[in-house]
């Protein structure tokens, strides 16, 4: 992997993902969903047959596999429009829909063989679950991170398990612990998912889980606005009055106050997701990513904050 000797840091007030890959590779690296046609223990039968009560049949993914598209031919055909529109050739696989470590390793070497294969593909971000790795999968990417880039992304959503519980999520905060520890000291970054939002939580209990990824070690975190989709037990709770979605400009708050108790050196994946507009629900500002965005920033610079401030290090050293 040709990454650039020092590591630059971002001048916005949180470190995005944008400026993390360009300080590794000098130039725009862009996330080109893969779609590898695995399933997840908590559809399949294994723990449950419904998922949790967010995710619908595709499994936040593009259903590319049911069309009969391979890894590689899914990556080349993004190619083409991410070279015109976002001016660059290098990509990083994202294993997206459902758990993709959730399959033999065999199995799973192949997939991951084929995308690192595909001409201008630095490395690899994997989806997955933390109660669905186990040392062979960890000792595989630990493998590919001796000369690619490996971000595993582990759901967690909250920290609290009777969040958890309540979403059907099937796994508690001490196994996102643990998956956490055998992951450390491998060579692989980890990324944190959570959801802000969620069914019964408070803003408080929300910031405490902030407070929890912080102090694990990891790399990143990957923020979501919780939308309600159709087809989904969510979508019924939704109906029936027993969920009520957070209004743009709380969730703009949340999200502010969350990445202010991060650690500076923590990478921001994302803050906040991309609905698909034939399968959302409510609310439909979730449709409106830009102006989100926007109000985001324009948060940060109003309330004159930053990541880490909350954190506890001293301000002044603060270089972005």
């Known amino acids: 992997m040709e990454v650039k000797d020092q590591i630059e840091m971002p001048k916005k007030p949180y470190r995005d993902l944008n400026s993390y890959f360009r300080s590794l590779f000098g130039s725009r690296v862009h996330k080109v969903t893969v779609d590898a046609g695995l399933t997840c223990p908590n559809r399949d039968g294994t723990l449950s047959g419904s998922g949790c009560i967010y995710c619908n049949a595709k499994g936040s993914g593009t259903g590319a596999h049911q069309k009969g598209l391979s890894v590689s031919e899914q990556i080349e055909r993004s190619k083409v429009r991410i070279a015109r529109r976002f001016k660059t050739d290098k990509l990083m696989a994202y294993f997206q829909s459902y758990t993709n470590t959730y399959a033999p390793v065999p199995h799973l070497k192949a997939l991951y063989d084929e995308a690192l294969a595909v001409d201008g593909v630095v490395g690899l971000s994997i989806g997955t679950r933390p109660d669905c790795v186990n040392a062979a999968v960890l000792d595989l990417l630990e493998g590919y991170a001796r000369s690619r880039l490996i971000w595993v992304e582990y759901g967690l959503q909250s920290a609290h398990d009777q969040t958890l519980a309540r979403i059907n999520r099937g796994h508690d905060f001490a196994c996102f612990q643990r998956a956490v520890a055998a992951s450390r000291d491998r060579g692989i970054n980890i990324c944190a998912h959570i959801i802000l939002g969620l069914p019964g939580e408070s803003r408080r209990q929300m910031l405490e889980t902030a407070d929890a990824v912080a102090g694990l070690g990891i790399q990143g975190v990957k923020l979501h606005l919780l939308y309600v989709v159709r087809d989904t037990p969510l979508a019924a709770l939704y109906r029936q009055g027993g969920y009520r979605c957070l209004e743009q400009q709380a969730y703009v708050n949340l999200v502010c106050d969350f990445i202010e108790r991060l650690p500076e050196s923590m990478i ?53």
């Open 268 to 320: 921001i994946h994302r803050l906040t997701g991309d609905p698909h507009p034939g399968e959302l629900i409510a609310p439909q500002w979730a449709l409106q990513k830009r102006e989100t965005m926007q109000r985001i920033d324009q948060r940060f610079v109003d309330c004159r904050t930053w990541q880490s401030k909350r954190y506890g290090g001293d301000p002044t050293d603060r270089v972005f």
